[in-house]
Structures are given as C-alpha cells and as structure tokens.
C-alpha cells in the first residue's frame, strides 16, 4: 500500500482570511496585510513586527497491543469532538517531540509508554486556521492505569484490522491500515537527548 503523508480537509489553495490578530502583539497599532506570491502575512506599521504563521507541530502516538490498537473519543469542546483519533498533542515550546508525546499520552490515556520508532510524518491542512505538522510514533504501553484526560471522553482498543470508528482525521485512518499492512519498522528513536 502507498503510503499518503499530506492530507487535506479543506481546499487550501482558496483564499485564506485574516480576520484574527489584525492588532500587533508587540505595540498594539493594527497591521496590515502584505501579500507577496502566494502568502500573504501581517505586518506592524508601526514597529516593523512581521506575524510569521506556521504549522503547528505535534506528535500522535500509534500505540499497539497484541492486534490492537489504542484511539480515544474526542471530547466535544475540542476539535472535532465527538470523533476518534490517536491520542497525542502539540509539542510545547521548551519541548523535544519525544518528551511530548510521553507526557500526552499520560494525560490523555494515563498510561506511559515506550517509544519504539518514527512510522511517519504528516502534513494535515485541517481549516484555514489550523494546519498542522504530526510526527507519528509506534509505541507500547509499559504501564498504568487507561483513563481519559481532559480532551477525551473515552478510551477503547479498537483492531488494527477495522472496522474503525468515525475517525476525526483521514491521516489517523491511513496510519492505522498502512501499519496493519505492511508492519513497517520504522526509525529508530534516539532518547539520549530527550528531558523526560
Ligand atoms: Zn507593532
């Protein structure tokens, strides 16, 4: 199976709306919209400070057991509530991608894990105001107690054969039925450098 790493739930190459943080965060003048090519940014009149906007980084852990996997019910205050999808979260800015994937996992399922590799990265254009880079890990669960946190409902292990429940992403989809098929190793994680 092919494997699919840019997913997108919206059509991106429409027209993005600034209708967000029109004043700057720096001095308080409003800013003004700068296009130059495709992007376009916010800029300060005043004291020159540029919005620069990015993708939001995160880690999703793909955490398997004996043909299962682990996915959790989004609460309903969060995106996409109410759908499916493999705990993890963004990474802090003090933060390396593996101590943020350790301390997601504790708060969203209680467990704590090991991390075994990298089975992908993904780039997922999810509204015009979120779009996010995932780096996904395979992981087992080493203790704990499951309990959902705050941004989940509930926590079921679900076969990595399907049938899946509603999913909230189409990245999280792919991942679960590309690991099911091919087994892929992966890259290996290196937690010399890690703070947790
Ligand atoms: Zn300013």
Redesign the pocket.
Known sequence: MKTKQIFEAYNRQGERKFDTLRF?P????R?DLISSGRQSRLE?P????ILYQNPSPGVVALIVDDGMVLLGKRAKNVFLGGKWSLPGGFIELDEDFLSAAHREILEETGLSIRIISVIGVVSNFLSPELHTLVIVLLAEKTGGTLRPGDDMDRLEWFPLSGSYPPMAFEADKHIIDRYHKTKMAGIPVDHRFASF
């Open positions: 700057c720096r001095c308080g003048a800013c300060c005043r004291c020159r400070f």
